[in-house]
Nanobody, 115 residues
């Protein structure tokens, strides 16, 4: 599976961005997809995930601000990020789990929240 992430950039606090992750495989065949992020000096953490059955989960720090969604026809998963804070600054990575043992990562996209 190849994953192509896009949509990062520089935004002011309180602003919004939408990240996209295009999959080379039909996403309906993928067990789950998600967005992770890694800030400088910190470990990579799960931000949001969506399962094949459309169940979603979010990190507590982004609940109510971020929304993960998917477009099956486009094989694309999105992360809508609203009310961005400086602490959301990180490299964001798209992830796809095709089996219990197989895990794929896209290239990161940098999100910088700063005035």
């Amino acid at each position: 599976v190849q994953l192509q992430a896009s949509g990062g950039g520089l935004v002011q606090p309180g602003g919004s961005l939408r990240l996209s992750c295009a999959s080379s495989r039909n996403i309906f065949s993928i067990i789950s997809m998600g967005w992770y992020r890694q800030a400088p000096g910190k470990q990579r953490e799960l931000v949001a995930g969506i399962t094949r059955g459309s169940s979603t989960n979010y990190a507590d720090s982004v609940k109510g601000r971020f929304t993960i969604s998917r477009d099956i026809a486009k094989n694309t998963v999105y992360l809508q990020m609203n009310s961005l804070k400086p602490e959301d600054t990180a490299v964001y990575y798209c992830n796809a789990r095709t089996t219990v043992f197989d895990n794929y990562w896209g290239q990161g996209t940098l999100v910088t929240v700063s005035s």
